[in-house]
């Protein structure tokens, strides 16, 4: 297990008071625990891309949060982002992910990247009005969805909308 910890992010930011931080963007670091993010409640901006990252629970108090990124980690279970209402971009790409319906309630999501999951339904996406750029591309869908528009209408046009 590769941890995440304090002292790494006050050796990457010398100087500066990491719970007054509002962006951190670490790549390639192979990072397995992400914990003591849980307590950095100022971020607004997080880029974790290409780790081993499979729990993201300590990133459900971190309400603040407008854009995320978790690209290339391990992750299968999204929960804990049903809580970050304010999450404007969200980008998952190449990650384990199978339901996506904890992202429903994510009302001022305007980019979406859910690309290289294993997600086999997004009608639960559809309420999603403010998303504007959506890739949910090489997941095994029935379609290949290019908008949440496309969601809805091949949902509604085969009567097949499922409830998440």
């Known amino acids: 297990m590769v941890k995440l910890t304090i002292e790494f992010l006050k050796a990457r930011y010398p100087g ?13 670091k192979n990072f397995t625990d992400i914990s003591v ?12 891309c290409c780790h081993r990252i499979e729990d993201i629970s300590p990133l459900a108090k971190l309400v603040q949060l407008e854009t995320l990124s978790l690209d290339s980690n391990c992750i299968q279970d999204i929960s ?10 969200l980008s998952l790409l190449a990650n384990l992910i199978q339901d996506v319906s904890p992202l429903s309630g994510l009302k001022h999501l305007k980019n ?5 999951n294993r997600i086999q339904d997004v009608s639960c996406l559809i309420g999603l009005d ?17 908008s949440i528009q496309d969601i809805q209408e091949h949902c509604v046009g085969r009567k097949t909308k499922r409830a998440c």
Do not use: G, M, W
């Not at 500066?16 to 390639?28: G, S």
């Not at 504007?132 to 290949?144: A, D, H, M």
């Open 80 to 89: 804990p982002l049903a809580s970050l209402v304010n999450l404007k971009y």
């Open 37 to 48: 993010l849980a307590e950095l409640t100022e971020l607004k901006h997080l880029s974790l």
């Open 112 to 116: 979406l990247d859910l690309t290289a």
């Open 16 to 28: 500066r008071d990491i719970y007054a931080f509002d962006h951190i963007e670490i790549r390639y």
């Open 130 to 146: 403010q998303v504007t750029k959506f890739r949910c591309y090489l997941n095994p869908l029935p379609v290949e969805y290019k």
